[in-house]
């Protein structure tokens, strides 16, 4: 993969959305070359209001409040309106969905945007300030629409105004509300089925008869991470025996549960308590690939009864990618690098090491193993390793705010990524 891609700073990975029939292969993010602008600015995010709303410093020192052109998340600080979200019910299992979901937005554009340098491009079809006189703009992030990115990923709607990248933000919501995606989820709060452990009929047709929907792997959380498994017949499936499984291996095997015609099961990544519409796998950390994975169901036989198939599946079985440097920080642990697995199986980074062009070098500890899809954060400061983060142990910043370059290597010195900014 070396010299595969140059990034700036910071870089935001634009997430690929499946549709309820496969991947959404059709879809274009718009770039920030082709959205029609008229000018364009380079701030700091300070603060992320909520999940569609942040505070900048511009590069003078000067401050301003930004509302994202085009977009509407959830409202996190006040009354929810189910009414705003298509198909969406006026139900209180549904106002608390959109409220969770709006928490999720919020948390979402918190991980990706706050303390990042971005850049704000402004539409010369839609005002430049809003009703209560924030800025209107596209959130540029290395040439990625964060706008978009909520919209396809499911965490905002389409907000009915006037703007020029309007049709490709609404082919994306379409995609996200296909596959009943974060809040699109909403729609049915209660996750659909019957709700009981009792069967619809009392015929019991076979496992032939189940369809795996979709998989929704960019989830917030472990349990957010699920699949949905229908079926397609007009008799009730009994599950005992069939086995959920990925690419990797990770898998489920149901038991004690039969679904009623037209019935819907959600398989959660987590941990949980099973009942007729909800089953845990018991992981405790992500297994569903966000850029391609391939999921089977297998009846207790050993058939196949249906695989589904989203994004790159082929890919190999782990892959360490760089996603971004964070070189313009303010402490030592907030100057860090982003590493994921973007293959389809966990991989072992015992004696990887990440080294900076100065040869500032950090080797990974013995059986620290990254899942497929996981991503790893190493700060520059010290703390204490976890699977989330690990530490380099330094008293100074390594990273050079003008440009560097991060490279990984393998134990024997091979490189696997590079990434200069």
Same mark, same amino acid.
């Given at each position: 993969?070396?010299?595969?891609?140059?990034?700036?700073?910071?870089?935001?990975?634009?997430?690929?959305?499946?549709?309820?029939?496969?991947?959404?292969?059709?879809?274009?993010?718009?770039?920030?070359?082709?959205?029609?602008?008229?000018?364009?600015?380079?701030?700091?995010?300070?603060?992320?209001?909520?999940?569609?709303?942040?505070?900048?410093?511009?590069?003078?020192?000067?401050?301003?409040?930004?509302?994202?052109?085009?977009?509407?998340?959830?409202?996190?600080?006040?009354?929810?309106?189910?009414?705003?979200?298509?198909?969406?019910?006026?139900?209180?299992?549904?106002?608390?969905?959109?409220?969770?979901?709006?928490?999720?937005?919020?948390?979402?554009?918190?991980?990706?945007?706050?303390?990042?340098?971005?850049?704000?491009?402004?539409?010369?079809?839609?005002?430049?300030?809003?009703?209560?006189?924030?800025?209107?703009?596209?959130?540029?992030?290395?040439?990625?629409?964060?706008?978009?990115?909520?919209?396809?990923?499911?965490?905002?709607?389409?907000?009915?105004?006037?703007?020029?990248?309007?049709?490709?933000?609404?082919?994306?919501?379409?995609?996200?509300?296909?596959?009943?995606?974060?809040?699109?989820?909403?729609?049915?709060?209660?996750?659909?089925?019957? =709700?009981?452990?009792?069967?619809?009929?009392?015929?019991?047709?076979?496992?032939?008869?189940?369809?795996?929907?979709?998989?929704?792997?960019?989830?917030?959380?472990?349990?957010?991470?699920?699949?949905?498994?229908?079926?397609?017949?007009?008799?009730?499936?009994?599950?005992?025996?069939?086995?959920?499984?990925?690419?990797?291996?990770?898998?489920?095997?149901?038991?004690?549960?039969?679904?009623?015609?037209?019935?819907?099961?959600?398989?959660?990544?987590?941990?949980?308590?099973?009942?007729?519409?909800?089953?845990?796998?018991?992981?405790?950390?992500?297994?569903?690939?966000?850029?391609?994975?391939?999921?089977?169901?297998?009846?207790?036989?050993?058939?196949?009864?249906?695989?589904?198939?989203?994004?790159?599946?082929?890919?190999?079985?782990?892959?360490?990618?760089?996603?971004?440097?964070?070189?313009?920080?303010?402490?030592?642990?907030?100057?860090?690098?982003?590493?994921?697995?973007?293959?389809?199986?966990?991989?072992?980074?015992?004696?990887?090491?990440?080294?900076?062009?100065?040869?500032?070098?950090?080797?990974?500890?013995?059986?620290?193993?990254? =899942?497929? =899809?996981?991503?790893?954060?190493?700060?520059?400061?010290?703390?204490?390793?976890?699977?989330?983060?690990?530490?380099?142990?330094?008293?100074?910043?390594?990273?050079?705010?003008?440009?560097?370059?991060?490279?990984?290597?393998?134990?024997?010195?091979?490189?696997?990524?590079?990434?200069?900014?």
């Amino acid at each position: 993969m070396v010299g595969r891609k140059l990034l700036t700073a910071v870089m935001v990975v634009a997430m690929v959305a499946t549709a309820a029939t496969g991947s959404v292969g059709a879809l274009t993010a718009p770039s920030a070359d082709a959205t029609t602008a008229v000018s364009e600015t380079t701030v700091t995010v300070t603060n992320v209001v909520d999940g569609d709303t942040v505070d900048i410093e511009y590069q003078n020192g000067s401050t301003d409040t930004v509302r994202l052109l085009g977009v509407d998340t959830p409202e996190t600080y006040g009354s929810v309106s189910p009414g705003e979200f298509e198909g969406v019910p006026d139900t209180q299992a549904s106002r608390e969905c959109l409220e969770a979901a709006g928490e999720n937005a919020s948390a979402y554009a918190t991980d990706r945007l706050a303390g990042r340098t971005v850049t704000l491009q402004f539409d010369n079809q839609a005002d430049r300030r809003g009703y209560y006189g924030r800025l209107l703009a596209y959130v540029q992030v290395n040439g990625s629409n964060f706008n978009y990115d909520l919209v396809e990923t499911g965490h905002a709607r389409v907000y009915d105004s006037t703007f020029s990248e309007s049709e490709s933000f609404y082919n994306a919501e379409s995609a996200a509300q296909a596959a009943e995606r974060n809040v699109w989820d909403c729609r049915t709060p209660d996750d659909g089925g019957s =709700g009981d452990d009792s069967s619809d009929n009392e015929s019991s047709g076979d496992a032939s008869a189940l369809s795996i929907a979709w998989v929704n792997a960019e989830g917030d959380s472990l349990n957010d991470e699920r699949v949905k498994i229908e079926t397609t017949g007009s008799s009730s499936v009994t599950l005992d025996g069939v086995t959920l499984s990925d690419a990797a291996g990770h898998s489920h095997t149901f038991s004690g549960l039969t679904l009623g015609a037209g019935d819907a099961v959600y398989v959660h990544t987590g941990s949980g308590t099973d009942d007729a519409d909800d089953r845990y796998m018991g992981y405790e950390m992500e297994i569903w690939n966000d850029d391609g994975d391939t999921a089977t169901l297998t009846a207790a036989n050993g058939t196949v009864v249906d695989e589904y198939q989203y994004g790159d599946a082929s890919g190999a079985p782990g892959e360490v990618t760089i996603e971004w440097v964070n070189a313009e920080v303010d402490s030592l642990n907030a100057e860090r690098v982003k590493l994921t697995n973007t293959g389809n199986g966990p991989i072992d980074l015992s004696g990887y090491t990440l080294s900076d062009a100065a040869n500032h070098e950090f080797a990974f500890p013995d059986g620290f193993t990254l =899942g497929a =899809g996981e991503s790893v954060y190493v700060h520059t400061g010290s703390g204490t390793d976890d699977s989330d983060d690990l530490y380099m142990g330094y008293e100074m910043e390594i990273w050079n705010d003008g440009g560097d370059t991060a490279t990984v290597r393998t134990a024997d010195g091979a490189v696997v990524d590079e990434l200069s900014y």
